[in-house]
């Protein structure tokens, strides 16, 4: 099977990368070798590739330095099954609450989401002409070439002779003139009649020897494992159309199929992100929760050497998805790590803080910059918002000196003091006549300083 995975260079996945997390270079070098060597796998003979295995990566860095925007940035990049999970949402075996594997439970319901929407995709075209024919059939309410009609009560034999009520042909222009209408949405308000599927009993909770579960059951499946049930509604032809092609759809794909090439997928080509694994790393006392911490290490073991884990859609095998996690490690360090997890994340890799000039270049030079969205969202109310470049340098001076007098959260700071900022403009924007508002050092120090010299009493604010 050939499996769809990214094919960029090192080089280029790194300038991806650079278009959202500025600095950083370590990090970015480390996962762009990692899913180049991705692709690299999968060109090797099929008989090698199960020697090749993957190279498990750790970030070290504080908060707000862009380790969870590296992974979500790689996610969207990778073309690859992603999930990202919190190690502190685990518990052991045995207490109350989620287990491991049920991160790489919804590795294989993300796989499964992007093949189905790629087999959707590839069957698109006649999926849409076939709900494009049901629903011109349902809007239609003339006469057919099937209806006849018929005169009783003529003695003339020849006037009996049963007649369509309609010619196929002005039938057919009937369709059409239908059809053209729909397409130009001139009928979209009108209302027809359609059956839909509803599933019973989506979600299950389950409490089981690896805590409570919420088990997804696969209702696509014909019928589903507890039936489905089909009822009628009233819905206008706009909103019928995209069910009705999501049910040829459906009709048209094999769903057993789907589920085997979405398990080669994870297996094959997943990720997995674990964030926050310095939270599970704290020295046990002996009792209490910091036990059930060390027993998500133990358990994260065999996870990521490798091993066979079940899900709803069949057995997984974990040897060759690749592991990133990443932990701000303030209070524990990555040597607080038990041995034989930490020999299963090779790759080091230490983000640093961010200094004053990356504060100010995330202001502006990524492509979700925190100023261009705040533009963006202030031009729906037609006002229109500038920054002069000193303005722009005062607020990351005060954002690093915040982060060093309390707090240092990063980048995270950024969006506190611009929300500080233009509060009174995102409030007063739709009924103001000021339709241009100019910030320069001096409008920015008097907005801020306030909290800034009062970090003890705004703690709460900034």
């Known amino acids: 099977m050939s499996l769809p995975i990214e094919d960029l260079t090192p080089r280029q996945i790194v300038a991806e990368l650079d278009k959202y997390v500025i600095g950083q270079q370590a990090a970015k070098r480390a996962v762009a070798v990692a899913l180049r060597n991705r692709y690299r796998r999968q060109q090797l003979p099929e008989e090698r590739r199960d020697d090749v295995m993957p190279k498990n990566i750790l970030m070290i860095g504080p908060t ?7 992974a979500r ?33 919804d590795l294989v ?44 009560f003529s003695d003339d034999a020849a006037e009996t002779e049963a007649k369509p009520a309609i010619s196929a042909e002005d039938y057919q222009a ?23 599927e509803e599933a019973n009993n989506p979600f299950v909770q389950v409490f089981s020897a690896q805590g409570i579960e919420e088990m997804g059951i696969d209702t696509s499946a014909p019928g589903g494992p507890f039936g489905s049930r ?22 048209m794909v094999d769903r057993s199929s789907i589920n085997r090439e979405a398990i080669v997928r994870a297996e094959q080509t997943g990720i997995i992100f674990i964030d926050e694994i310095d939270k599970v790393a704290i020295k046990s006392s002996g009792a209490g929760p910091d036990v059930s911490r060390e027993g998500v290490q133990r358990d ?35 040597s607080d790590l038990i041995p034989e997890l930490q020999g299963r994340l090779p790759i080091r890799v230490e983000l640093e803080s961010l200094t004053r000039g990356d504060l100010r270049r995330i202001l502006q030079e990524p492509k979700n910059a925190l100023v261009g969205q705040y533009f963006d969202l202030l031009k729906v109310d037609g006002v229109e918002i500038e920054f002069t470049s000193d303005a722009l340098d005062e607020i990351a001076e005060l954002a690093e000196a915040v ?26 924007a739709p009924e103001t006549e000021q339709k241009h508002i100019r910030f320069n050092r001096e409008s920015v120090r008097a907005k801020l300083d306030p909290f800034v010299r009062n970090l003890e009493t705004s703690r709460n604010v900034l």
């Open 403 to 428: 982060n060093e007098k309390i707090e240092d959260i990063g980048a995270r700071r950024l969006h506190t003091m611009m929300e500080r900022l233009l509060e009174e403009a995102l409030y007063e």
């Open 109 to 152: 319901s993300h796989a499964v989401r992007i093949v189905e929407k790629e087999k959707f995709e590839a069957v698109r075209e006649e999926s849409e002409r076939r709900a494009m024919d049901r629903l011109v059939d349902m809007v239609y309410d003339g006469p057919t070439p099937w209806q006849t009609n018929f005169n009783y």
């Open 64 to 70: 707000g330095v862009g380790k969870t925007e590296l």
């Open 73 to 105: 940035r790689l996610a969207q990049l990778a073309r690859a099954p992603f999930v990202k999970v919190e190690a502190t949402k685990f518990t052991e075996v045995g207490y109350v609450g989620r287990d491991v594997d049920s991160m790489v439970r």
């Open 300 to 334: 994260l073991l065999p996870i990521i050497e490798g091993s066979t884990v079940q899900s709803k859609f069949g057995p997984i095998k974990t040897d060759h998805i690749l592991f990133i996690a990443a932990g701000a490690f303030h209070i524990a360090k990555p």
């Open 174 to 196: 009937a369709q059409a003139s239908l059809r053209a209408q729909i397409l130009a949405g001139e009928l979209d308000s009108q209302l027809v009649e359609i059956d839909v």
């Open 230 to 251: 089909r009822s009628t509604r009233r819905v206008t032809v706009q909103e019928a159309h995209p069910m009705l092609v999501e049910e040829e759809s459906k009709k």
